[in-house]
């Protein structure tokens, strides 16, 4: 800045530089224009010329004179030289020229005129001062100074803080105060506010309290005040207004203070505004973090200690209780919470639909510990039913119902409204997250959340929809999931008994799968209960209410506790129903009421305990078994039968319920079946007991009407709805198909997987369940689904067996229904098309309907066997046999006689009943004349369906059996792959299997031997009995006690035999390959010789009986002991039989008594019914016509070897004697392979399989029997009149007439009596051992034989199949050479009737071995063989093992083989003539009536029939054992051993032709008859003549 005065001017000052100065110091000062500018150059002015002075340029007082006159130029001269002065005190104050500071000290006290000493002591340093003399001393001015800047600055004034004025605050709030409604904007009043403060020094800080403190009082006008503020703050600094909000919730944080909600919502405003950080507000807050965190855990383990209460046992007293009572008292005081501040805010935040912030000051806290507050759980649900609002009125309000509606929040911030179920997504479902379980303070929200999961749902299974749209509703459906898990289900725990929420949520959850159901309450049971306190409390009390209840229930009173069942149950089920489930497998006396009371159940609650049933059975911690491990437990067989009762009486949902049953299958287990049995016993009413009476066994072979109503033990009624529950829930889950199938294929895994190391009990019950449950299943099935239905399910029978391995008889049992569908649906058709009315044109349709429907299944079956199969039966006999049922067959016309007879005299009560109202009465009556119609009308449609099917039958029967092989092959395939496996499956196939075997023989069926198969059934049931299991046993029994009921019927009388077998072909003798040739009235088998036959199989029976008791096997033990009982109306009739029994039953019970008390229950209950049927018991003599046994007298037999076809019917004692030899090998081979019976059995699958029951049929027994003793005790009575001998049955009719031969059958029966007696008890192990001993020497030669034998087998069976006609002949001229050299003393008699393959005969061989004792006619005779036996046991066991496997040498053989057929040809031819009369004349040796099975059969069906094994076979060979012909036996067989090799097959040949265990003709001509008496006579003494050289020998 260029200097104001020039040096001239300094220099020439008083010649005109003073002048000049005082010119600019003029001019400067009227410069008015520029104010500030004039101020400065002034100044500057001034210090010039003051510094001039200090420099010492200029004089003090020039100076001073000058600034005299320049001070009145302007008003504030003076201060401007003060200023000046300052200034340069301080500039000389620093400098070290000492001069220059006196300059200037000299100058001030020069101008102390002109500058007043208080400006100077204002602006001069205190020391300047003091030197100046202004003030005394300049320490004591500092300390002046600072005192009175105290008292101005520092000290505050009493009465007035700020120094502000009153007025103005009053002005400040009557101008907030105002009416806001006008013009009035926040901006004018802004202005307004600041001129407030500027006037009246207002503290800014103060006016922003004072604004929020307004703001607070006037809520309603936030687009006033926010605004406002927002203005204001730009006054302030940021932190300010939270400060203030932060002082102000200071000043509620007292212990007794309580935060006003209006300041919660200005601070919710101004946090929703962004005006504030909720980081900075959160932070002056109480509690803290850590206080809400220690509170939470602290009501955790409060909750768990309540609950340790609850479930505690606490024996109390009063004491306890009034103790109890004040703690709860005394936690009600202290009960009151601190306030707390944060939740206040969270509260306001919510209310006013600041989401966001809310959100995250839950977050600062644990889970639910906020919504736990009943006030914020009621603000966020309100905040919902806010958002949810348009979209819940467009698809969520329900029809005709009318709603109040909620209007929106006025606050566009608040969050968006859902108008799409996508919306939801976005906020709402998060809301609800948070609410948890605390929705169950709003149970209108709950219901509309429900309603909008239940129209999502809608929307969700309805197709069309876009592939994104899809992806994003699935997404949507597993929110809506999450939701029901984490938040509807614990609300719904938390609400009180609220039904209709139940029945709410049960709307939605019935869209969902039951997998999704299943799992929500999987979660809802095990985890939710555990993850609030609340909830943990709420779990307990439940359990304790549950406690009470249950404690209290009992039929009385079901309706009162089923009341509170159904309110605890509505709020928390899996608890409840968690513990009456826990209470039902402990007492199952429970079950009835428990069911009983749950009717007041919600349909959702029904679901829930569905859903408890199957996890209490899939329970992983429970045992199925019990702890011997022979049974299953009894908590599994309560919950089966608590199931079966719940789903018939309440509609809940199966298809969980099935789908385990089938899941467990797969897994292989089968336990799990009992409910499946249960459920359908209940459900459909369709029962699965051993138990049935022969009454009920009938009625269920007619229709549905009289099944219902004759058929099951428990009149099961109204099961229409239930059975059509169960039909939906399997078709709709193809569930039908797959239980069948698994089932069929579990039967095996049973024994094969499930088996391994559980007892045989067990695996026998277990296998028994699954059949059971199997056939019952089926049964339902068949009955309840429609044909299409039905038919759309099952597959074809080859694809059954073939792909999905289903075991033939269950796949036939599920074809049947189909194909009886079928034919009436195509028959009904044909009718439809021709209406013609004759009987002939109906059955012509028929017919043509059954092979229309049966030609594929025909074609289908050949793929089920070996091709080898089909030479012997066609497929159409196969699927025939299959296909049909006892309703095919027979009208069980009694049945529907009894049923009606019912009905009548139930009407006739009705009618007598006075006590009945008119009304009742007359629906009774029309009840049961509708019924009464009902079974009319299904008998009339029966019998027209069975003359149906036997016309059918009628037509078929000559393609059935093709004997391509033998009769004999014919009748085992018969029984191996028809009758065994059948039998077995249930008990109307039992009857079934009986019925169609007396068909097949009243058909006169061509090739089918009814006397074979006969022979072939009650011959060998050992194995078959052994291989059972329980209720096979016992199906096995009925079917063997219908055969003896028709064996017996013919027994009986002459004229029924003659009329009924008589003349037909199953009772030829000569058992032809070819057809039957008609009336040769010498080939059939005459009254008196079948007598016989009958008194063999009973036997043989009783033999097979005797063996199974003294095995001490439990199996053979139990069945044979259920077997007996079954047949007991028909066996035993002999005297003698039925003792041998009782001694072996007897010794059972005495036995078992202590050690398996089952067995001992079944021997005892056996033993009493034996003894009330002895008095109808008969001897033996009485029985058959008993002929003393000549060694001559010829018998009719039954040929039984595979290659037997038309062989000579006599038998000589030789042959007999041979035939004895192999029993004993087989024997030890079975009694290896004991161990393995079980598997073999079941692994064929052609055998027996059997189900679970005590066996325990005396109650049916019982019914027969009474009707026996009826029918008997009446024919006796004219017997004694007529013959005066007691005990007499209608079978002595015929032995009366041949009174002639009486005298001597009476001997021999004292003798055989007298020996029977000494013989009964079976020979111990010493003296069999003695007899071995003795039989050593004979040993060896014999094995010799037997050698030769067993090497021809294999060879000639290779021939047979090569060369069968050539060998036909050879066999021939065998026999003839035979006949003619081996024998010493007795010829062979007989002629070859038809020619037979030598292999065959030879293979008859192995047949006679297998037979021991069962040649003789009676037990006394035929006992006594066994010693022979051991000698060729050892060796021949030995041959009959090579003989199993191929022999080396089969080429050399067959040479030799060959050369002889050769040359016997021609010989055979000469003497056939010869032969046929020699027969006519020669007598046989006693007949011997053995059934003769061919080895490689006999191998066969043991495989089948699990025959491998029987132990200790030669313990009890008969019930009485004689060694009387021991020595005779050996005689005879050294003379067979020596006398022939070639010719060993022709004694088989003859064995197998022997029939039944008694004396008889082989071939009853006309000539025989005449001859009877004669033979009679010298039988006698041939016999004789054997005891006496046995004797010898001994």
Same mark, same amino acid.
Request: hydrophobic share 30%; net charge positive; proline share 4%.
């Given at each position: 800045?260029?200097?104001?005065?020039?040096?001239?001017?300094?220099?020439?000052?008083?010649?005109?530089?003073?002048?000049?100065?005082?010119?600019? =110091?003029?001019?400067?000062?009227?410069?008015?224009?520029?104010?500030?500018?004039?101020?400065?150059?002034?100044?500057?002015?001034?210090?010039?010329?003051?510094?001039?002075?200090?420099? /010492?340029?200029?004089?003090?007082?020039?100076?001073?004179?000058?600034?005299?006159? #320049?001070?009145?130029?302007?008003?504030?001269?003076?201060?401007?030289?003060?200023?000046?002065?300052?200034?340069?005190?301080?500039?000389?104050?620093?400098?070290?020229?000492?001069?220059?500071?006196?300059?200037?000290?000299?100058?001030?006290?020069?101008?102390?005129?002109?500058?007043?000493?208080?400006?100077?002591?204002?602006?001069?340093?205190?020391?300047?001062?003091?030197?100046?003399?202004?003030?005394?001393?300049?320490?004591?001015?500092?300390?002046?100074?600072?005192?009175?800047?105290?008292?101005?600055?520092?000290?505050?004034?009493?009465?007035?803080?700020?120094?502000?004025?009153?007025?103005?605050?009053?002005?400040?709030?009557?101008?907030?105060?105002?009416?806001?409604?006008?013009?009035?904007?926040?901006?004018?009043?802004?202005?307004?506010?600041?001129?407030?403060?500027?006037?009246?020094?207002?503290?800014?800080?103060?006016?922003?309290?004072?604004?929020?403190?307004?703001?607070?009082?006037?809520?309603?006008?936030?687009?006033?005040?926010?605004?406002?503020?927002?203005?204001?703050?730009?006054?302030?600094?940021?932190?300010?207004?939270?400060?203030?909000?932060?002082?102000?919730?200071?000043?509620?944080?007292?212990?007794?203070?309580?935060?006003?909600?209006?300041?919660?919502?200005?601070?919710?405003?101004?946090?929703?505004?962004?005006?504030?950080?909720?980081?900075?507000?959160?932070?002056?807050?109480?509690?803290?973090?850590?206080?809400?965190?220690?509170?939470?855990?602290?009501?955790?383990?409060?909750?768990?200690?309540?609950?340790?209460?609850?479930?505690?046992?606490?024996?109390?007293?009063?004491?306890?209780?009034?103790?109890?009572?004040?703690?709860?008292?005394?936690?009600?005081?202290?009960?009151?919470?601190?306030?707390?501040?944060?939740?206040?805010?969270?509260?306001?935040?919510?209310?006013?639909?600041?989401?966001?912030?809310?959100?995250?000051?839950?977050?600062?806290?644990?889970?639910?510990?906020? *919504?736990?507050?009943?006030?914020?759980?009621?603000?966020?649900?309100?905040?919902?039913?806010?958002?949810?609002?348009?979209?819940?009125?467009?698809?969520?309000?329900?029809?005709?119902?009318?709603?109040?509606?909620?209007?929106?929040?006025?606050?566009?911030?608040?969050?968006?409204?859902?108008?799409?179920?996508?919306?939801?997504?976005?906020?709402?479902?998060?809301?609800?997250?948070?609410?948890?379980?605390?929705?169950?303070?709003?149970?209108?929200?709950?219901?509309?959340?429900?309603?909008?999961?239940?129209?999502?749902?809608?929307?969700?299974?309805?197709?069309?929809?876009?592939?994104?749209?899809?992806?994003?509703?699935?997404?949507?459906?597993?929110?809506?999931?999450?939701?029901?898990?984490?938040?509807?289900?614990?609300?719904?725990?938390?609400?009180?008994?609220?039904?209709?929420?139940?029945?709410?949520?049960?709307?939605?959850?019935?869209?969902?799968?039951?997998?999704?159901?299943?799992?929500?309450?999987?979660?809802?049971?095990?985890?939710?209960?555990?993850?609030?306190?609340?909830?943990?409390?709420?779990?307990?009390?439940?359990?304790?209410?549950?406690?009470?209840?249950?404690?209290?229930?009992?039929?009385?009173?079901?309706?009162?506790?089923?009341?509170?069942?159904?309110?605890?149950?509505?709020?928390?089920?899996?608890?409840?129903?968690?513990?009456?489930?826990?209470?039902?497998?402990?007492?199952?006396?429970?079950?009835?009421?428990?069911?009983?009371?749950?009717?007041?159940?919600?349909?959702?609650?029904?679901?829930?305990?569905?859903?408890?049933?199957?996890?209490?059975?899939?329970?992983?911690?429970?045992?199925?078994?019990?702890?011997?491990?022979?049974?299953?437990?009894?908590?599994?067989?309560?919950?089966?039968?608590? =199931?079966?009762?719940?789903?018939?009486?309440?509609?809940?949902?199966?298809?969980?319920?099935?789908?385990?049953?089938?899941?467990?299958?797969?897994?292989?287990?089968?336990?799990?079946?009992?409910?499946?049995?249960?459920?359908?016993?209940?459900?459909?009413?369709?029962?699965?007991?051993?138990?049935?009476?022969?009454?009920?066994?009938?009625?269920?072979?007619?229709?549905?009407?009289?099944?219902?109503?004759?058929?099951?033990?428990?009149?099961?009624?109204?099961?229409?709805?239930?059975?059509?529950?169960?039909?939906?829930?399997?078709?709709?889950?193809?569930?039908?198909?797959?239980?069948?199938?698994?089932?069929?294929?579990?039967?095996?895994?049973?024994?094969?997987?499930?088996? /391994?190391?559980?007892?045989?009990?067990?695996?026998?019950?277990?296998?028994?369940?699954?059949?059971?449950?199997?056939?019952?299943?089926?049964?339902?099935?068949?009955?309840?689904?429609?044909?299409?239905?039905?038919?759309?399910? #099952?597959?074809?029978?080859? #694809?059954?067996?073939?792909?999905?391995?289903?075991?033939?008889?269950?796949?036939?049992?599920?074809?049947?229904?189909?194909?009886?569908?079928?034919?009436?649906?195509?028959?009904?058709?044909?009718?439809?098309?021709?209406?013609?009315?004759?009987?002939?044109?109906?059955?012509?349709?028929?017919?043509?309907?059954?092979?229309?429907?049966?030609?594929?299944?025909?074609?289908?079956?050949?793929?089920?066997?070996?091709?080898?199969?089909?030479?012997?039966?066609?497929?159409?006999?196969?699927?025939?046999?299959?296909?049909?049922?006892?309703?095919?067959?027979?009208?069980?016309?009694?049945?529907?006689?009894?049923?009606?007879?019912?009905?009548?005299?139930?009407?006739?009560?009705?009618?007598?009943?006075?006590?009945?109202?008119?009304?009742?009465?007359?629906?009774?009556?029309?009840?049961?004349?509708?019924?009464?119609?009902?079974?009319?009308?299904?008998?009339?449609?029966?019998?027209?369906?069975?003359?149906?099917?036997?016309?059918?039958?009628?037509?078929?029967?000559?393609?059935?059996?093709?004997?391509?092989?033998?009769?004999?092959?014919?009748?085992?395939?018969?029984?191996?792959?028809?009758?065994?496996?059948?039998?077995?499956?249930?008990?109307?196939?039992?009857?079934?299997?009986?019925?169609?075997?007396?068909?097949?023989?009243?058909?006169?069926?061509?090739?089918?031997?009814?006397?074979?198969?006969?022979?072939?059934?009650?011959?060998?049931?050992?194995?078959?009995?052994?291989? =059972?299991?329980? %209720?096979?046993?016992?199906?096995?029994?009925?079917?063997?006690?219908?055969?003896?009921?028709?064996?017996?019927?013919?027994?009986?009388?002459?004229?029924?035999?003659?009329?009924?077998?008589?003349?037909?072909?199953?009772?030829?003798?000569?058992?032809?390959?070819?057809?039957?040739?008609?009336?040769? $009235?010498?080939?059939?088998?005459?009254?008196?010789?079948?007598?016989?036959?009958?008194?063999?199989?009973?036997?043989?029976?009783?033999?097979?009986?005797?063996?199974?008791?003294?095995?001490?096997?439990?199996?053979?033990?139990?069945?044979?002991?259920?077997?007996?009982?079954?047949?007991?109306?028909?066996?035993?009739?002999?005297?003698?039989?039925?003792?041998?029994?009782?001694?072996?039953?007897?010794?059972?019970?005495?036995?078992?008594?202590?050690?398996?008390?089952?067995?001992?229950?079944?021997?005892?209950?056996?033993?009493?019914?034996?003894?009330?049927?002895?008095?109808?018991?008969?001897?033996?003599?009485?029985?058959?016509?008993?002929?003393?046994?000549?060694?001559?007298? #010829?018998?009719?037999?039954?040929?039984?070897?595979?290659?037997?076809?038309?062989?000579?019917?006599?038998?000589?004692?030789?042959?007999?004697?041979?035939?004895?030899?192999?029993?004993?090998?087989?024997?030890?081979?079975?009694?290896?392979?004991?161990?393995?019976?079980?598997?073999?059995?079941?692994?064929?699958?052609?055998?027996?399989?059997?189900?679970?029951? %005590?066996?325990?049929?005396?109650?049916?027994?019982?019914?027969?029997?009474?009707?026996?003793?009826?029918?008997?005790?009446?024919?006796?009575?004219?017997?004694?009149?007529?013959?005066?001998?007691?005990?007499?049955?209608?079978?002595?009719?015929?032995?009366?007439?041949?009174?002639?031969?009486?005298?001597?059958?009476?001997?021999?029966?004292?003798?055989?009596?007298?020996?029977?007696?000494?013989?009964?008890?079976?020979?111990?192990?010493?003296?069999?051992?003695?007899?071995?001993?003795?039989?050593?020497?004979?040993?060896?030669?014999?094995?010799?034989?037997?050698?030769?034998?067993?090497?021809?087998?294999? *060879?000639?069976?290779?021939?047979?199949?090569?060369?069968?006609?050539?060998?036909?002949?050879?066999?021939?001229?065998?026999?003839?050479?035979?006949?003619?050299?081996?024998?010493?003393?007795?010829?062979?008699?007989?002629?070859?009737?038809?020619?037979?393959?030598?292999?065959?005969?030879?293979?008859?061989?192995?047949?006679?071995?297998?037979?021991?004792?069962?040649?003789?006619?009676?037990?006394?005779?035929?006992?006594?063989?066994?010693?022979?036996?051991?000698?060729?046991?050892?060796?021949?066991?030995?041959?009959?093992? %090579?003989?199993?496997?191929?022999?080396?040498?089969?080429?050399?053989?067959?040479?030799?083989?060959?050369?002889?057929?050769?040359?016997?040809?021609?010989?055979?031819?000469?003497?056939?003539?010869?032969?046929?009369?020699?027969?006519?004349?020669?007598?046989?040796?006693?007949?011997?009536?053995?059934?003769?099975?061919?080895?490689?059969?006999?191998?066969?069906?043991?495989?089948? %029939?699990?025959?491998?094994?029987?132990?200790?076979?030669?313990?009890?060979?008969?019930?009485?054992?004689?060694?009387?012909?021991?020595?005779?036996?050996?005689?005879?067989?050294?003379?067979?051993?020596?006398?022939?090799?070639?010719?060993?097959?022709?004694?088989?040949?003859?064995?197998?032709?022997?029939?039944?265990?008694?004396?008889?003709?082989?071939?009853?001509?006309?000539?025989?008859?005449?001859?009877?008496?004669?033979?009679?006579?010298?039988?006698?003494?041939?016999? $004789?003549?054997?005891?006496?050289?046995?004797?010898?020998?001994?």
């Amino acid at each position: 800045m260029a200097a104001l005065l020039p040096a001239e001017w300094i220099k020439n000052w008083e010649k005109g530089g003073k002048n000049e100065f005082v010119q600019l =110091c003029r001019n400067l000062s009227e410069n008015k224009s520029h104010d500030n500018m004039g101020f400065r150059d002034i100044q500057q002015a001034l210090y010039e010329l003051a510094y001039h002075v200090v420099r /010492g340029n200029l004089k003090h007082d020039q100076a001073s004179n000058v600034l005299g006159d #320049v001070i009145e130029f302007r008003e504030d001269m003076p201060s401007i030289l003060a200023d000046v002065f300052c200034i340069l005190d301080i500039e000389t104050s620093c400098l070290e020229e000492k001069s220059k500071r006196d300059h200037f000290t000299q100058l001030v006290l020069a101008c102390l005129y002109l500058v007043s000493d208080t400006v100077l002591k204002e602006r001069l340093d205190p020391e300047t001062l003091e030197s100046l003399g202004l003030i005394k001393q300049s320490q004591q001015f500092n300390q002046k100074s600072v005192k009175i800047k105290t008292k101005l600055f520092y000290k505050q004034q009493k009465f007035n803080l700020l120094r502000e004025e009153n007025e103005g605050y009053a002005k400040l709030i009557a101008e907030l105060g105002q009416d806001l409604s006008g013009n009035i904007t926040s901006d004018l009043i802004l202005e307004n506010i600041k001129s407030l403060i500027g006037c009246f020094n207002l503290d800014p800080n103060r006016v922003l309290d004072i604004i929020l403190e307004v703001y607070e009082c006037r809520p309603e006008y936030d687009d006033f005040f926010v605004p406002l503020i927002e203005s204001y703050m730009y006054m302030c600094e940021p932190q300010t207004l939270c400060h203030i909000l932060g002082f102000k919730f200071k000043f509620y944080q007292d212990p007794s203070g309580e935060t006003p909600s209006s300041l919660y919502r200005v601070a919710a405003v101004l946090l929703q505004h962004n005006l504030i950080d909720l980081e900075d507000l959160y932070v002056h807050l109480l509690p803290g973090d850590n206080a809400i965190t220690e509170e939470h855990k602290r009501e955790i383990v409060e909750a768990k200690q309540i609950v340790r209460k609850l479930t505690m046992v606490v024996l109390s007293s009063e004491k306890t209780e009034e103790k109890e009572k004040e703690k709860e008292k005394e936690e009600e005081k202290t009960e009151k919470p601190p306030d707390n501040q944060k939740l206040g805010l969270l509260e306001a935040l919510l209310k006013i639909g600041d989401w966001q912030h809310a959100q995250s000051i839950m977050d600062q806290m644990p889970p639910f510990y906020a *919504t736990s507050h009943k006030s914020i759980a009621i603000a966020l649900c309100q905040l919902v039913h806010v958002t949810i609002e348009p979209l819940y009125r467009r698809v969520g309000v329900p029809k005709g119902a009318k709603g109040s509606p909620i209007s929106a929040l006025p606050n566009k911030r608040a969050p968006k409204q859902a108008d799409s179920f996508e919306d939801l997504r976005k906020e709402v479902f998060n809301m609800l997250c948070y609410l948890g379980p605390h929705l169950s303070h709003d149970p209108i929200l709950f219901a509309k959340v429900v309603r909008l999961g239940k129209a999502f749902m809608k929307e969700f299974q309805s197709d069309g929809s876009k592939q994104e749209d899809k992806e994003k509703m699935e997404i949507l459906f597993s929110c809506l999931l999450s939701i029901t898990d984490q938040v509807l289900l614990p609300s719904l725990s938390l609400m009180d008994c609220n039904a209709c929420m139940s029945e709410e949520l049960w709307g939605m959850f019935k869209t969902f799968p039951y997998q999704y159901r299943y799992r929500l309450y999987g979660q809802w049971k095990n985890e939710t209960y555990n993850s609030h306190p609340l909830l943990v409390k709420v779990k307990a009390q439940t359990i304790d209410r549950a406690k009470y209840i249950m404690k209290r229930l009992t039929k009385e009173n079901v309706k009162p506790s089923g009341r509170q069942i159904g309110k605890l149950s509505h709020s928390n089920p899996t608890i409840l129903f968690d513990y009456i489930l826990s209470q039902i497998q402990k007492y199952d006396n429970l079950i009835t009421p428990v069911v009983d009371s749950l009717k007041y159940l919600t349909s959702l609650n029904y679901d829930v305990l569905a859903y408890c049933i199957i996890e209490a059975l899939a329970n992983p911690e429970k045992e199925r078994m019990k702890h011997d491990d022979t049974t299953i437990s009894s908590w599994l067989q309560s919950l089966a039968s608590f =199931c079966g009762a719940v789903f018939r009486k309440y509609p809940i949902e199966l298809a969980g319920l099935l789908q385990y049953v089938a899941n467990q299958l797969k897994a292989g287990k089968s336990f799990d079946l009992l409910i499946l049995k249960e459920v359908v016993q209940k459900m459909a009413g369709i029962e699965i007991t051993e138990e049935m009476t022969m009454e009920q066994l009938e009625a269920m072979t007619g229709g549905e009407q009289l099944k219902a109503e004759g058929g099951y033990f428990g009149q099961i009624r109204n099961t229409k709805k239930s059975s059509q529950r169960l039909k939906d829930a399997l078709l709709d889950h193809d569930l039908a198909l797959p239980l069948c199938l698994l089932m069929a294929q579990q039967r095996n895994g049973v024994i094969f997987q499930e088996g /391994g190391e559980k007892h045989l009990k067990l695996v026998g019950k277990l296998y028994d369940q699954c059949h059971d449950t199997l056939v019952q299943f089926g049964g339902f099935l068949a009955s309840n689904l429609s044909t299409e239905d039905y038919i759309k399910r #099952v597959p074809s029978i080859d #694809v059954l067996c073939n792909e999905f391995h289903t075991p033939h008889d269950a796949a036939f049992f599920l074809s049947r229904p189909m194909y009886a569908h079928h034919i009436s649906s195509k028959y009904d058709e044909l009718k439809k098309a021709e209406k013609g009315n004759k009987q002939q044109h109906k059955v012509h349709k028929y017919i043509t309907s059954c092979e229309l429907v049966m030609a594929p299944v025909h074609d289908a079956v050949i793929s089920l066997h070996l091709p080898k199969v089909w030479d012997d039966i066609s497929p159409q006999f196969y699927a025939t046999f299959w296909s049909l049922t006892m309703y095919d067959l027979a009208v069980p016309h009694s049945s529907y006689d009894r049923e009606v007879n019912k009905l009548k005299v139930q009407m006739k009560a009705i009618d007598d009943n006075q006590e009945m109202p008119p009304n009742k009465k007359k629906k009774e009556k029309e009840r049961c004349t509708a019924l009464q119609d009902k079974l009319l009308e299904e008998e009339k449609k029966q019998l027209e369906h069975v003359q149906r099917v036997l016309q059918r039958l009628k037509l078929e029967k000559d393609n059935w059996l093709l004997a391509k092989s033998t009769k004999n092959e014919t009748i085992t395939k018969f029984l191996q792959l028809c009758i065994f496996p059948r039998c077995i499956f249930s008990a109307i196939d039992a009857v079934y299997c009986a019925h169609f075997v007396e068909l097949v023989h009243q058909q006169k069926t061509p090739n089918f031997s009814t006397l074979l198969c006969y022979d072939r059934v009650f011959s060998d049931i050992i194995y078959t009995v052994a291989s =059972c299991t329980e %209720n096979e046993a016992s199906r096995y029994g009925r079917f063997l006690c219908c055969m003896l009921e028709t064996v017996t019927r013919w027994h009986s009388d002459r004229v029924i035999y003659e009329k009924e077998c008589g003349n037909y072909p199953g009772f030829l003798t000569i058992l032809r390959a070819t057809g039957f040739d008609g009336g040769n $009235k010498a080939d059939q088998l005459d009254y008196e010789n079948f007598r016989h036959v009958v008194h063999k199989w009973h036997y043989k029976l009783t033999k097979a009986s005797v063996h199974c008791l003294e095995t001490g096997e439990y199996t053979h033990i139990r069945n044979i002991l259920i077997v007996l009982t079954k047949i007991l109306p028909w066996y035993p009739k002999v005297l003698n039989l039925g003792q041998a029994l009782e001694r072996r039953v007897h010794k059972i019970c005495q036995e078992e008594k202590e050690k398996r008390p089952d067995l001992y229950a079944l021997a005892m209950g056996y033993s009493g019914q034996l003894k009330s049927r002895k008095p109808f018991m008969i001897p033996e003599n009485e029985f058959h016509h008993k002929d003393p046994p000549a060694r001559n007298a #010829v018998a009719a037999t039954v040929q039984n070897g595979p290659g037997g076809a038309g062989m000579p019917t006599s038998l000589t004692i030789n042959t007999v004697r041979l035939e004895e030899g192999t029993t004993e090998e087989t024997d030890k081979l079975k009694e290896k392979s004991q161990g393995v019976v079980k598997v073999i059995n079941k692994a064929v699958n052609a055998t027996p399989k059997v189900t679970t029951s %005590n066996g325990n049929s005396a109650s049916n027994s019982k019914i027969i029997k009474e009707k026996d003793d009826k029918e008997k005790s009446g024919k006796e009575k004219d017997k004694e009149k007529k013959d005066k001998t007691p005990a007499a049955i209608p079978e002595m009719k015929a032995l009366g007439k041949d009174g002639k031969d009486k005298p001597k059958e009476e001997r021999a029966n004292k003798d055989d009596k007298a020996r029977e007696i000494k013989e009964k008890t079976p020979k111990s192990d010493k003296e069999k051992e003695k007899v071995k001993k003795e039989e050593k020497a004979s040993k060896e030669e014999k094995s010799k034989t037997v050698v030769t034998i067993i090497e021809s087998k294999s *060879t000639a069976e290779k021939e047979r199949e090569k060369e069968p006609s050539r060998e036909r002949d050879v066999a021939k001229e065998m026999k003839s050479k035979e006949n003619a050299k081996g024998v010493e003393k007795v010829p062979v008699a007989g002629s070859l009737k038809s020619p037979v393959p030598r292999s065959e005969t030879s293979e008859s061989e192995r047949e006679q071995k297998r037979r021991k004792v069962d040649t003789h006619s009676s037990p006394s005779h035929s006992s006594t063989v066994k010693d022979n036996l051991n000698e060729l046991k050892d060796s021949s066991a030995k041959h009959y093992i %090579n003989h199993t496997t191929p022999t080396l040498s089969k080429s050399k053989e067959r040479e030799v083989d060959k050369k002889d057929l050769d040359k016997s040809r021609e010989r055979s031819r000469e003497r056939e003539k010869k032969d046929e009369k020699d027969r006519k004349d020669r007598k046989r040796d006693h007949s011997n009536s053995d059934r003769e099975v061919p080895q490689d059969s006999t191998k066969r069906r043991k495989e089948e %029939n699990g025959t491998t094994g029987s132990s200790k076979h030669s313990k009890s060979e008969s019930p009485s054992d004689s060694p009387r012909l021991n020595e005779k036996e050996k005689e005879k067989n050294k003379s067979k051993s020596s006398g022939k090799e070639k010719g060993d097959s022709i004694k088989a040949e003859k064995m197998e032709k022997s029939s039944s265990g008694s004396k008889k003709e082989s071939r009853h001509d006309k000539e025989k008859t005449e001859k009877k008496e004669k033979r009679d006579s010298t039988g006698g003494k041939e016999e $004789k003549k054997h005891h006496k050289s046995s004797d010898k020998h001994r």
